[in-house]
C-alpha cells in the first residue's frame, strides 16, 4: 500500500448519457424542448461540475475479509469520486423557481458527471494496472452483487476520503449525493483476454440503459 492518489479528474458527461438519466432508451431522441434546455444548460453547468477522487491499490491480505473477490485476485484498487454539490444546489434553485425541467436536467448532468469520473478514474486504475503485468476486472460498487453496501464502512476507512470532499452519512449514503465507490481488482492470468467491463459485460441485451454491445453480442454480429 503505498500513498492515495487524490485529486481533480475531468467530468466530461455525454449528452447521451445524460438523456439515459431523463429516462431515454438508446435509440430515442429528446423532445424539442428538452433537447434546447439541455444545450442551455450544459454551459451553465460546466463551472458547477468540480470533478475530485481518491484512489490507492492495496494488497488482498490488507483488505478486510468480508470483501468478496475471486481466489485469482492479488491486487484492489479502491476509489471514491465526486462532482460536488455545485450541480445539485442549481438543480434545487430551478425547482423552487418552478422551473422543473431545468432542475431534472440538472441533476440528470450531475449523475452523467460523477460517472464520467468514475470513468476517467478507472481508466487510470486500468492503465496502472496493465503497466504493471496485470489484468484489470470490472468496475464493483459496494451494493452490487455479493458485496452488501455495508462496505461503503470498508472505503472510507481505508481512503483519505474528506480530501476528496466526500463523507459518509450514517445511513451509508454518500454527500455529496452525486458520488460513486467502487473496487477494481486486479489478477495474473497469462493468456486471457482482458476482462470485459461497463456495458459489454452485461448480458441484459434489452437493458434501456445500455449504450453499447455486450461482448456477445459483438461476437454474434461477427458470425458468418
Not at 492518489?5 to 458527461?13: D, K, L, N, Q, T
Request: charged share 30%; aromatic share 6%.
Amino acid at each position: 500500500m503505498g500513498n492515495a492518489r487524490v485529486g481533480s479528474y475531468p467530468a466530461a458527461w455525454r449528452d447521451r448519457l445524460v438523456l439515459r438519466f431523463l429516462g431515454y432508451q438508446r435509440d430515442d431522441q429528446p423532445d424539442p424542448r428538452t433537447a434546447a434546455r439541455l444545450a442551455a444548460l450544459r454551459e451553465t453547468a460546466g463551472p458547477l461540475i468540480q470533478g475530485r477522487a481518491a484512489w490507492l491499490t492495496f494488497t488482498r491480505e490488507e483488505l478486510p475479509e468480508d470483501i468478496p473477490l475471486s481466489p485469482r485476485t492479488e491486487r484492489v484498487s479502491l476509489a471514491l469520486c465526486t462532482v460536488g454539490e455545485g450541480g445539485a444546489e442549481a438543480s434545487t434553485r430551478a425547482r423552487a423557481r418552478g422551473e422543473a425541467l431545468d432542475g431534472v436536467i440538472l441533476d440528470a448532468i450531475g449523475s452523467a458527471a460523477v460517472e464520467a469520473v468514475a470513468d476517467a478514474v478507472e481508466q487510470v486504475i486500468r492503465r496502472v494496472a496493465g503497466d504493471a503485468g496485470y489484468l484489470p476486472g470490472r468496475r464493483v460498487s459496494p451494493g452490487y452483487g455479493k458485496w452488501p453496501v455495508a462496505g461503503q464502512r470498508d472505503m472510507f476507512s481505508l481512503l483519505p476520503a474528506a480530501e476528496a470532499g466526500i463523507e459518509l452519512l450514517p445511513s451509508l449514503m454518500m454527500k455529496p449525493q452525486k458520488s460513486i465507490s467502487f473496487l477494481v481488482a486486479w489478477r495474473r492470468d497469462p493468456g486471457q483476454e482482458e476482462v470485459a467491463h461497463g456495458c459489454r459485460a452485461c448480458s441484459q441485451s434489452h437493458c434501456r440503459s445500455r449504450e453499447e454491445p455486450s461482448r456477445d453480442e459483438n461476437a454474434r454480429e461477427e458470425k458468418p
